[in-house]
């Protein structure tokens, strides 16, 4: 039966009409009742899957953690011989260095050759170490207060 005109209209449906359309609401309601339970199926299927999907990422970030730490042990830099650790940090230094400088300023933590000593252990004694590293150093003024303070 073409309920079309009926959709289209504000006309009142015959009786066999009528019927049919409850018949159709019925058989929809059914339908939707049977996709409703589907769709609370896969909700608690996905809800389980990123359970999951959280558990092997946190699985995956704790062994990327444990591969970067133990890969540190065996990484080559730590069998460089001070020798060539300290042939680099020199050419670090030159390199960090304004063509028109030989000195830099010894209050800059984050600047070689300061900063190798910020590594490890290993680097600081190295840099230490290193007279040629230390040959020219530039000091703050010491009569301007170092932190804004008075003197």
């Not at 896969?42 to 946190?58: P, V, Y």
């Not at 990327?64 to 069998?79: A, D, K, N, Y």
């Not at 150093?137 to 170092?146: F, Q, S």
């Amino acid at each position: 039966m073409d309920l079309t005109l009926l959709l289209s209209s504000n006309s009142p449906p015959t009786e066999p009409q009528a019927e049919e359309v409850r018949l159709r609401i019925r058989d929809i309601k059914s339908l939707k009742s049977k996709a409703d339970v589907e769709r609370v199926q896969i909700t608690g299927e996905i809800e389980a899957l990123t359970r999951r999907l959280d558990a092997a990422s946190l699985q995956s970030a704790t062994l990327q953690e444990q591969i970067t730490s133990l890969g540190g042990i065996v990484s080559p830099l730590r069998s460089f011989p001070a020798e060539l650790l300290s042939t680099i940090f020199e050419f670090s230094l030159a390199s960090a260095l304004d063509d028109n400088s030989f000195s830099y300023r010894s209050d800059n933590a984050l600047q070689p050759p300061n900063l190798f000593g910020r590594v490890c252990s290993r680097w600081r004694a190295v840099a230490l170490g290193t007279p040629q590293l230390w040959r020219a150093i530039e000091l703050p003024n010491l009569r301007k207060p170092l932190h804004g303070g008075h003197t």
